[in-house]
């Protein structure tokens, strides 16, 4: 009974930490400019990619180089939806684009994951780039380097429109809204997921295949499931990402990206589960204003990435939360 | 039959090349146990770095001859790069794999754009050099007498190589350090010293490679990746850390490709993928591979 | 009744013949010792049978099935389970985790995507049951690489109960231990073994332990079967003590 409570209290406190952080986040819209809610919307998106990237190399130890081939995916089946079929639904974008980056995982994961670490990461490299070398050849449908536009989606079944008087300044806020609710389903499903005898059995694959294999676990099914699981995030943020921007170009599924989703996951921490999220709030308004001040954004990035792996590879999350056990450990001395 | 003939040639250059890139790789990896994710990078340093100083060269008027010397003068500058970057990773190499990947990674990203900050986004040639050889005529077809000379250098360089790892006193000690890297310092080896050996060398492998193939094809922004690609499919096919692996998988990659950019140039790139799968399939450490 | 039967088991590394034609028979319900100086081929034999190495030649046969090339996830399945000579732990993982995971896999409840592993009343009871068999109970919380050897053995040996095998193998379950510590360790497995009428083999190079717990013994020598008995027909043979003591063997 004891031993149940003690157990309990650790969670009570998540789940009221994760509460504040979500009504200040619904309060934010009303306090900062339109264009900081716009720059928050694509935070969250970000957030939800590295969330996804993270199943797969914080909890089941895989490195993927190549995740920009599902954000490209989730981005791209939007902007075919609208073009040849006439869909502005945001819920059909996600309904039919969901299933699309899942197949797309499904695919190859299959291919990637009978491979060891090395090879599987230059094979997920290998399969974005054939994807983006596909997406440039077949310009006639693809639009090309130009890329695809997509307008304002409708949002709630049609019921929200975004035209007219004040389009643009409704949207974002609306847009923002929607997104952060989608976020906040996509942390709940993750947290799930993580905590689930599935989890477990993922992090013990991660620390020791052997002995997982001498668990009678199927590794290379668990290991599929997880890069299914992961591609469909980040092809979710792909498919939330395209209506904001307005436009979607190669560039989206081109090896820089896959290093900028690498990066936010390094950057927030990957050993723990509020690192992607925060890792990719924070990249994206550093990287805002990182490309305003030099064109040779991505040294900088290279840059950084390196003295992160040296410095702080748990991130800053990681980083944060030993300086807090340390600090407890001062005060208590065991 | 002629252009069979040429087709042959082709592939025999084209793998060269690419057995030069996967050498460096094998070999990096077979004494230090590195994955290097910049190695194709490097490959495309040399490529803008010859290509670089063959133009400056022909500005200053020097008779295009002698721009032939330019070519291990580029991958001598990929070797000083290497030797420079090597401090850089010491701290990894008996850090977990990820790591190492990840800050490989970010070396790739940096030196992508210090390319393009040097040298602009624009595409550098070095014709001149391979102007400077005439074609050989043969049954009624023109073949540029520079290919086969880089055909020259890909099979000196695999002897070459063979013999530095296997009749050198320096190669005894690449091969111990890479099979016991705490005995050989044991038994008075400069480990480090042989690291950075074994790392400048395969640099120099990487930077020849870029070195040789610009004279027939442009530098452009991105061909360090579709390298660093190619070179993981020689080593998956041959084996990682094994000579005669990157030789065999350097060959049977090059034919592929041109084979299927002759039939089918939408899909080469999957035919590719196709065989590296099988064989993996069949035989997970690659045909010689000993990883 | 026989619960495990090799064929002319064969596994060769090289010139050295690991495993030279065994035929290897575990009845049901023995605590059985595999004994033999290093590289007699005792964890070969074990790896054979675990299928972490494959046979050149033979079959092995376990409760009417042919395993002699089925992938691991089967054997396990089948009810082969062992621990390992080397620690072999989830070590980011808690001491509870590490056991729980076996039930959950055993109970092929790993699938469960959408539930929290925790909450899962059934497993908790069971893996704090056998954590507390295993005298580890207290430590629940700890993360495996925090355990003190001795534990970490233990709990080596736990992970593999908990899947409730029929056949346990346990491949050195006190070596790099204290004298102390290695009764401590065997008395608790052995008690542990017994009760839940598990059949065991133990490797094992300490004849104190080896003669104190086992049932029957069986050694090892160059890859083949040398004695096969209770211990007091083993101790009696003199071959095995020319073995220990280092001098030439009977003709």
């Given at each position: 009974m004891l031993a149940d409570v003690s157990r309990a209290q650790p969670k009570l406190l998540l789940f009221a930490a994760a509460a504040v952080v979500l009504i200040l986040l619904a309060l934010l819209p009303s306090y900062i400019s339109l264009y900081q809610t716009q720059l928050l919307t694509y935070g969250l998106i970000a957030a939800i990619a590295a969330l996804g990237f993270n199943l797969l190399?914080?909890?089941?130890?895989l490195l993927s180089f190549g995740h920009s081939a599902f954000f490209g995916i989730g981005a791209y089946s939007v902007a075919f939806l609208l073009r040849d079929a006439g869909i502005r639904s945001m819920e059909l974008y996600i309904l039919i684009g969901l299933p699309v980056a899942a197949l797309t995982s499904a695919l190859f994961g299959y291919i990637c994951v009978r491979h060891t670490r090395i090879f599987f990461g230059i094979l997920t490299l290998a399969l974005s780039q054939v994807l983006w070398t596909l997406t440039y050849k077949f310009f006639w449908v693809t639009g090309g380097s130009d890329g695809l536009r997509v307008g304002r989606p409708t949002l709630l079944a049609g019921m929200l429109t975004f035209t007219g008087r004040d389009a643009f300044q409704r949207f974002i806020n609306g847009y923002y809204y929607y997104v952060l609710a989608v976020f906040a389903i996509c942390v709940v499903i993750m947290w799930v997921i993580v905590h689930s005898p599935f989890g477990k059995a993922l992090q013990a694959i991660r620390d020791n295949e052997t002995r997982a294999a001498f668990l009678g676990l199927r590794i290379r099914r668990f290991r599929w499931v997880a890069f299914l699981i992961s591609g469909t995030f980040t092809g979710l943020a792909g498919i939330l990402w395209v209506p904001l921007n307005g436009l979607t170009t190669p560039e989206v599924l081109y090896w820089p990206f896959s290093g900028e989703i690498v990066f936010m996951t390094l950057l927030g921490g990957f050993r723990n589960f509020t690192g992607p999220i925060v890792g990719g709030i924070l990249f994206t308004y550093l990287k805002t204003y990182a490309v305003a001040a030099t064109e040779y954004w991505q040294l900088l990035l290279g840059v950084v990435l390196v003295l992160l792996v040296m410095l702080l590879p748990t991130g800053i999350v990681g980083a944060i939360s030993a300086t807090a056990a340390k600090l407890r450990w001062k005060e208590k001395p065991a | 039959m002629s252009i069979l003939i040429i087709q042959i040639l082709n592939s025999l250059f084209y793998a060269s090349v690419l057995f030069l890139i996967a050498a460096g790789l094998s070999l990096i990896f077979g004494v230090m146990r590195i994955v290097n994710m910049a190695h194709g990078t490097f490959y495309a340093v040399g490529a803008f770095v010859t290509a670089w100083l063959v133009g400056r060269a022909i500005a200053l008027?020097?008779?295009?001859?002698?721009?032939?010397?330019l070519i291990p003068v580029g991958a001598g500058a990929v070797a000083l790069l290497g030797v420079a970057i090597e401090p850089l990773l010491r701290p990894f190499y008996r850090r977990a794999e990820e790591y190492q990947l990840l800050v490989t990674f970010g070396l790739l990203l940096i030196l992508e754009d210090v390319i393009r900050l040097l040298w602009g986004g624009l595409p550098l040639s070095a014709d001149p050099v391979m102007d400077v050889l005439p074609s050989i005529r043969f049954g009624g077809l023109i073949y540029p007498g520079y290919n086969l000379v880089v055909i020259a250098i890909g099979v000196a360089a695999a002897i070459g190589l063979w013999a530095v790892i296997y009749r050198t006193k320096f190669g005894v000690m690449l091969r111990a350090t890479s099979q016991d890297r705490r005995m050989a310092s044991a038994l008075g080896l400069n480990v480090g010293l042989v690291y950075v050996s074994a790392f400048a060398i395969g640099c120099f492998m990487a930077g020849l490679g870029g070195a040789i193939i610009v004279p027939t094809q442009t530098a452009v922004l991105g061909m360090g990746i579709d390298a660093l690609i190619l070179a993981f499919v020689v080593v998956v096919i041959g084996g990682l850390g094994s000579l005669q692996g990157a030789l065999v998988g350097a060959l049977i990659v090059s034919f592929v490709r041109t084979a299927g950019i002759q039939f089918f140039p939408e899909i080469e790139l999957a035919v590719l993928y196709l065989i590296a799968a099988v064989v993996l399939l069949v035989k997970p450490t690659g045909l010689f591979g000993t990883a | 009744m026989i619960l495990l039967e090799t064929v002319d088991l064969s596994k060769q590394f090289g010139d050295v013949h690991a495993c030279d034609h065994v035929n290897f028979t575990v009845n049901k319900g023995e605590f059985l010792s595999l004994v033999g100086s290093n590289g007699a081929g005792k964890t070969s034999l074990v790896n054979l049978i675990s299928g972490h190495l494959k046979p050149d030649s033979g079959r092995i046969l376990f409760e009417d099935k042919d395993l002699t090339f089925a992938p691991v996830y089967e054997r396990i399945r089948a009810g082969i389970a062992r621990s390992f000579q080397i620690v072999n732990l989830f070590d980011a993982l808690s001491v509870f985790d590490n056991v729980a995971l076996s039930i959950f896999s055993r109970e092929r409840k790993?699938?469960?995507?959408?539930?929290?592993?925790?909450?899962d009343q059934d497993v908790r009871r069971e893996a704090l049951d056998v954590l507390s068999q295993f005298g580890l109970a207290e430590k629940s919380a700890v993360f495996a690489g925090g355990l003190a050897q001795g534990e970490r053995k233990l709990l080596d040996v736990a992970v593999a109960y908990a899947l409730r095998p029929k056949l346990l193998f346990l491949d050195e379950?006190?070596?790099?231990?204290?004298t102390r510590d290695k009764t401590q360790i065997m008395d608790t497995v052995s008690s542990v073994v017994r009760a839940g009428a598990v059949t065991a083999v133990v490797i094992e190079h300490d004849m104190d332990v080896v003669f104190r717990y086992s049932d029957r013994i069986v050694m090892m020598h160059e890859g083949r079967f040398l004695a096969d008995g209770t211990p007091e027909a083993i101790k009696a043979n003199k071959d095995v003590a020319n073995i220990l003591l280092g001098a030439p063997l009977s003709a």
């Amino acid at each position: 009974m004891l031993a149940d409570v003690s157990r309990a209290q650790p969670k009570l406190l998540l789940f009221a930490a994760a509460a504040v952080v979500l009504i200040l986040l619904a309060l934010l819209p009303s306090y900062i400019s339109l264009y900081q809610t716009q720059l928050l919307t694509y935070g969250l998106i970000a957030a939800i990619a590295a969330l996804g990237f993270n199943l797969l190399l914080g909890y089941t130890g895989l490195l993927s180089f190549g995740h920009s081939a599902f954000f490209g995916i989730g981005a791209y089946s939007v902007a075919f939806l609208l073009r040849d079929a006439g869909i502005r639904s945001m819920e059909l974008y996600i309904l039919i684009g969901l299933p699309v980056a899942a197949l797309t995982s499904a695919l190859f994961g299959y291919i990637c994951v009978r491979h060891t670490r090395i090879f599987f990461g230059i094979l997920t490299l290998a399969l974005s780039q054939v994807l983006w070398t596909l997406t440039y050849k077949f310009f006639w449908v693809t639009g090309g380097s130009d890329g695809l536009r997509v307008g304002r989606p409708t949002l709630l079944a049609g019921m929200l429109t975004f035209t007219g008087r004040d389009a643009f300044q409704r949207f974002i806020n609306g847009y923002y809204y929607y997104v952060l609710a989608v976020f906040a389903i996509c942390v709940v499903i993750m947290w799930v997921i993580v905590h689930s005898p599935f989890g477990k059995a993922l992090q013990a694959i991660r620390d020791n295949e052997t002995r997982a294999a001498f668990l009678g676990l199927r590794i290379r099914r668990f290991r599929w499931v997880a890069f299914l699981i992961s591609g469909t995030f980040t092809g979710l943020a792909g498919i939330l990402w395209v209506p904001l921007n307005g436009l979607t170009t190669p560039e989206v599924l081109y090896w820089p990206f896959s290093g900028e989703i690498v990066f936010m996951t390094l950057l927030g921490g990957f050993r723990n589960f509020t690192g992607p999220i925060v890792g990719g709030i924070l990249f994206t308004y550093l990287k805002t204003y990182a490309v305003a001040a030099t064109e040779y954004w991505q040294l900088l990035l290279g840059v950084v990435l390196v003295l992160l792996v040296m410095l702080l590879p748990t991130g800053i999350v990681g980083a944060i939360s030993a300086t807090a056990a340390k600090l407890r450990w001062k005060e208590k001395p065991a | 039959m002629s252009i069979l003939i040429i087709q042959i040639l082709n592939s025999l250059f084209y793998a060269s090349v690419l057995f030069l890139i996967a050498a460096g790789l094998s070999l990096i990896f077979g004494v230090m146990r590195i994955v290097n994710m910049a190695h194709g990078t490097f490959y495309a340093v040399g490529a803008f770095v010859t290509a670089w100083l063959v133009g400056r060269a022909i500005a200053l008027g020097v008779p295009a001859a002698w721009t032939f010397l330019l070519i291990p003068v580029g991958a001598g500058a990929v070797a000083l790069l290497g030797v420079a970057i090597e401090p850089l990773l010491r701290p990894f190499y008996r850090r977990a794999e990820e790591y190492q990947l990840l800050v490989t990674f970010g070396l790739l990203l940096i030196l992508e754009d210090v390319i393009r900050l040097l040298w602009g986004g624009l595409p550098l040639s070095a014709d001149p050099v391979m102007d400077v050889l005439p074609s050989i005529r043969f049954g009624g077809l023109i073949y540029p007498g520079y290919n086969l000379v880089v055909i020259a250098i890909g099979v000196a360089a695999a002897i070459g190589l063979w013999a530095v790892i296997y009749r050198t006193k320096f190669g005894v000690m690449l091969r111990a350090t890479s099979q016991d890297r705490r005995m050989a310092s044991a038994l008075g080896l400069n480990v480090g010293l042989v690291y950075v050996s074994a790392f400048a060398i395969g640099c120099f492998m990487a930077g020849l490679g870029g070195a040789i193939i610009v004279p027939t094809q442009t530098a452009v922004l991105g061909m360090g990746i579709d390298a660093l690609i190619l070179a993981f499919v020689v080593v998956v096919i041959g084996g990682l850390g094994s000579l005669q692996g990157a030789l065999v998988g350097a060959l049977i990659v090059s034919f592929v490709r041109t084979a299927g950019i002759q039939f089918f140039p939408e899909i080469e790139l999957a035919v590719l993928y196709l065989i590296a799968a099988v064989v993996l399939l069949v035989k997970p450490t690659g045909l010689f591979g000993t990883a | 009744m026989i619960l495990l039967e090799t064929v002319d088991l064969s596994k060769q590394f090289g010139d050295v013949h690991a495993c030279d034609h065994v035929n290897f028979t575990v009845n049901k319900g023995e605590f059985l010792s595999l004994v033999g100086s290093n590289g007699a081929g005792k964890t070969s034999l074990v790896n054979l049978i675990s299928g972490h190495l494959k046979p050149d030649s033979g079959r092995i046969l376990f409760e009417d099935k042919d395993l002699t090339f089925a992938p691991v996830y089967e054997r396990i399945r089948a009810g082969i389970a062992r621990s390992f000579q080397i620690v072999n732990l989830f070590d980011a993982l808690s001491v509870f985790d590490n056991v729980a995971l076996s039930i959950f896999s055993r109970e092929r409840k790993v699938v469960k995507i959408a539930a929290l592993a925790d909450r899962d009343q059934d497993v908790r009871r069971e893996a704090l049951d056998v954590l507390s068999q295993f005298g580890l109970a207290e430590k629940s919380a700890v993360f495996a690489g925090g355990l003190a050897q001795g534990e970490r053995k233990l709990l080596d040996v736990a992970v593999a109960y908990a899947l409730r095998p029929k056949l346990l193998f346990l491949d050195e379950p006190t070596s790099g231990v204290s004298t102390r510590d290695k009764t401590q360790i065997m008395d608790t497995v052995s008690s542990v073994v017994r009760a839940g009428a598990v059949t065991a083999v133990v490797i094992e190079h300490d004849m104190d332990v080896v003669f104190r717990y086992s049932d029957r013994i069986v050694m090892m020598h160059e890859g083949r079967f040398l004695a096969d008995g209770t211990p007091e027909a083993i101790k009696a043979n003199k071959d095995v003590a020319n073995i220990l003591l280092g001098a030439p063997l009977s003709a």
